[in-house]
């Protein structure tokens, strides 16, 4: 298992460059870490199971695909998104592959269920990409006391940048 410390040079070498914006919006976070790297990820909704986990990531031949419990708050969508933005970025993989789960654009339940049970992470796994995405979650909630919101105007934002903005940010 990684220690804490590693896990945040990760997180710093990953996202570094990524120019994100405050408050941290999962939604931007995959968009341009996927631009970064030339793959798209895509935030799907989707009724899952009850007793299956809150979040699912299944790798396709075009794009990583992020599915969430269709049935909660934003936050606890972002939390579960970024969840498994972890895991990407830790290189864990899932097991097998998500067949025709994506063919249609959205699974059905069956599918779903049958996904979730090539999915499974051990502990040592789960518990990085939870403390993955409580480094991204925390460093983001420090900046934006720093700093408020990201300026909207170009300008404004690199001034924002220039007096010290985001310094909390990785």
Not at 116 to 141: G, H, P
């Amino acid at each position: 298992m990684r220690s804490e410390r590693i896990l945040r040079a990760l997180c710093r070498r990953e996202l570094a460059d990524l120019e994100l914006d405050l408050p941290l919006d999962a939604e931007q976070l995959c968009a341009r870490y996927g631009d970064k790297r030339g793959r798209a990820i895509k935030i799907l909704a989707h009724p899952l199971p009850a007793g299956t986990p809150n979040g699912v990531w299944l790798m396709a031949d075009d794009a990583d695909y992020f599915f969430y419990q269709a049935n909660t708050t934003k936050l606890h969508r972002d939390q579960i998104v970024i969840h498994e933005f972890g895991h990407l970025i830790a290189g864990h993989q899932i097991l097998g592959t998500p067949g025709s789960l994506l063919a249609a654009g959205a699974p059905d339940e069956g599918e779903t269920s049958e996904a979730l049970s090539r999915t499974c992470y051990s502990d040592e796994r789960e518990w990085e990409a939870e403390m993955l995405a409580t480094i991204i979650r925390e460093w983001a909630a420090k900046a934006t006391q720093g700093v408020g919101q990201s300026a909207k105007h170009d300008g404004l934002r690199g001034i924002q940048s220039i007096l010290g903005g985001h310094s909390g940010w990785l």
